[in-house]
């Protein structure tokens, strides 16, 4: 019913900076939140930043200063902007968007995950 399709992981050198992506099937604007999460093999999926509907933002600690989520509405597309990176941000980064849908309530969609390695 809806598809996020995450983009622009890859190699990166420590202290550089990437853009992830995350293409919507539908309206990111009919969401009432989205964010994004990294999951490293062997360790729990934690979340790293979060956007409601009305614009406000959360970040983890470990990546406040460093990250910034934003979404283009007009694109149906949200956003991962990370600078000074570092090694322990590897991990593979998903995309994650919540809205209420008619029976059933409050639904949550995940995309496919994108890899992000940053290494010399």
């Known amino acids: 019913q809806v598809q996020l399709v995450e983009s622009g992981g890859g190699l990166v050198q420590p202290g550089g900076s990437q853009r992830l992506s995350c293409a919507a099937s539908g309206s990111i604007a009919s969401f009432i939140d989205a964010g994004w999460y990294r999951q490293v093999p062997g360790k729990q999926r934690e979340l790293v930043a979060t956007?409601?509907?009305?614009?406000?933002?959360n970040y983890a600690d470990s990546v406040k200063g460093r990250f910034t989520i934003s979404r283009d509405n007009a694109k149906n597309t949200l956003y991962l902007q990370m600078n000074s990176l570092k090694s322990e941000d590897t991990a593979v980064y998903y995309c994650?968007?919540?809205?209420?849908?008619?029976?059933?309530?409050?639904?949550?969609?995940w995309g496919q995950g994108t890899q992000v390695t940053v290494s010399s």
């Open positions: 994650n968007a919540r809205r209420l849908e008619v029976g059933i309530g409050l639904h949550a969609y």
């Open positions: 956007i409601t509907r009305g614009g406000s933002t």
